[in-house]
């Protein structure tokens, strides 16, 4: 287990953050009204549809959790019982932008448009032409919401390593953004520059010496990007973009006056154990608030960790209906399940205004597929937190089929689908503060309706 308990957490933010999530001495304060925080939950291979559907609406219908006994929660929503009145269940909506998109591995299709809603670029694409088309939504509102001098947003995953692949959060142009693992690494990374001693030591002075190199790099950079071609240009904007906010992060994180967490201790072969020291350190991040948006990959759990030694979890479970792989898979979507609602218990056991950290935090967790099969419609969404009062939690929605692919397009037999999930990443943008944003991803998908929030989810 890791030392950086609730109980530091708690005393990390104090008996009460009624005043400010921020330091005194700090010159950023918290936005009018409170600070909104946005955490994106990922998890691979889809569900087994029939055990996490809730029996509790009909199709068009939606119902409160009001007086919901524990038998009624689905096995692998069971997790979240505790946290009911904070939940929202959205059944039933389409990746309606991916069905329409170029086909191909629906993996890396799903996780393209699970974020951003927007068509995978083709060879020959102009990204700087697209603007944001292909920016996934998270990073979309991490440049709106970010403070200057923090982290604009955290991508993190629960491998052992310190970097891994990214599969959803995209950069404007369509540009993977890597993820970080290893909890004791990006302790460093986050909290390392708090650490400074009052005597001046070789590492204070190579501290204060990385802000002066890093203007040399970024003037380097200016000089460089016009003499590009234009398809290579927006990469070296990003490039440049990057090193001139990790001039001013070095300057503003040095000045920053926010205790910094013990350095965790824990079982790097144990999943819950990396997962439990990664969510008390987005805990302590937003405590500091070092950034407000936060990106959070599991990967999938081995068929050793479900009970099933020398069986492969993707081979052997997950594209089958078998009972045996309806079982481990309804496990496999359980376990995740735990890891979810073990972060949204960590941010509500830590004290914020007249609530907690996960009243003013929205959690979302999705997935690149909607099941074992690889569907792209009936996508199963879970919600959790008030994002700042902004979201209708206590409830479970089920979406119908009511929605018309555009003329020629059918998906297993159909040309219906339920709402397109690009209604949900608007709606994400409104519950962060940002209600002028209209449409994500897809501006026009033929007839289907993809502008404006989602029916169901906003108060």
């Known amino acids: 287990m890791s030392r950086l308990s609730r109980r530091h957490l708690l005393q990390l933010g104090g008996t009460s953050l009624a005043a400010s999530l921020l330091p005194q001495s700090s010159p ?23 055990n996490w559907r809730m029996d509790v609406a009909k199709e068009g219908e939606d119902a409160s959790f009001a007086g919901l006994e524990p038998a009624h929660m689905s096995p692998i929503l069971s997790p979240f019982y505790d946290l009911r009145e904070k939940l929202l269940v959205l059944d039933g909506l389409s990746y309606a932008s991916a069905i329409c998109d ?12 699970a974020l951003t809603g927007a068509n ?20 979309r509102i991490a ?10 947003s955290l991508h993190f995953t629960d491998v052992n390593y310190n970097q891994a692949d990214g599969h959803y959060s995209r950069e404007r142009g369509g540009a993977k953004i890597p993820y970080e693992g290893g909890a004791k690494a990006i302790h ?5 520059d ?51 906010q990790l001039g001013t992060r070095i300057d503003a994180l040095a000045n920053l006056s926010c205790e910094a967490p013990e350095e965790p201790v824990y079982d790097k072969n144990d999943k819950y154990a990396r997962n439990t020291a990664l969510q008390e350190l987005i805990a302590a991040s937003f405590i500091c608030d070092l950034t407000r948006v936060v990106t959070y990959e599991i990967r999938p759990f081995s068929a050793d960790m479900l009970g099933a030694p020398g069986k492969d979890l993707h081979q052997d479970f997950a594209h089958k209906s078998d009972p045996e792989a309806v079982e481990k898979m309804t496990q496999f979507g359980q376990e995740n399940a735990k890891i979810v609602a073990g972060l949204a ?19 979302v967790w999705t ?23 902004m979201v209708n939690t206590g409830r479970y929605v089920r979406y119908g089929n009511s929605h018309r692919l555009p003329t020629g397009t059918m998906y297993k037999g159909s040309s219906y689908v339920g709402p397109a999930h690009n209604h949900l990443l608007v709606g994400l943008c409104h519950a962060m503060g940002q209600t002028d944003i209209e449409w994500v991803g897809q501006k026009k998908l033929g007839p289907t309706d993809v502008l404006g929030p989602l029916p169901g989810m906003l108060t």
Not at 38 to 50: K, N
Not at 104 to 112: K, T
Not at 188 to 192: H, V
Not at 346 to 359: E, H, K, V
């Open 120 to 139: 995978v670029f083709k060879e020959g694409d102009d990204p700087a032409a697209l603007d944001w088309e292909g920016m996934s939504v998270d990073v």
């Open 188 to 192: 460093e990374r986050l909290f390392g």
């Open 345 to 363: 218990k960590t941010l509500d056991s830590i004290p914020d205004g007249d609530g907690t950290l996960l009243d003013s935090t929205l959690i």
């Open 28 to 50: 950023l304060r918290a936005a009018p009204g409170g600070i909104r925080r946005l955490v994106i939950m990922t998890t691979g291979h889809g569900t087994v549809l029939d």
């Open 194 to 244: 708090f650490l400074v001693d009052e005597v001046e030591t070789p590492a204070t002075r190579v501290r204060k010496g990385r802000a002066s190199i890093l203007d040399f790099v970024r003037q380097d950079y200016e000089g460089a990007v016009a003499s590009v071609p234009m398809q290579d240009r927006i990469k070296l904007e990003l490039h440049r973009d990057f090193v001139g």
């Open 102 to 113: 170029q086909p191909g591995n629906n993996h890396g299709i799903g996780s393209f448009h």
């Open 367 to 389: 997935g690149d597929i909607a099941d074992g099969t690889h569907h792209f419609a009936r996508y199963p969404y879970v919600l959790l937190g008030g994002g700042a009062g």
């Open 143 to 152: 440049e709106r919401v970010a403070q200057e001098g923090r982290y604009r």
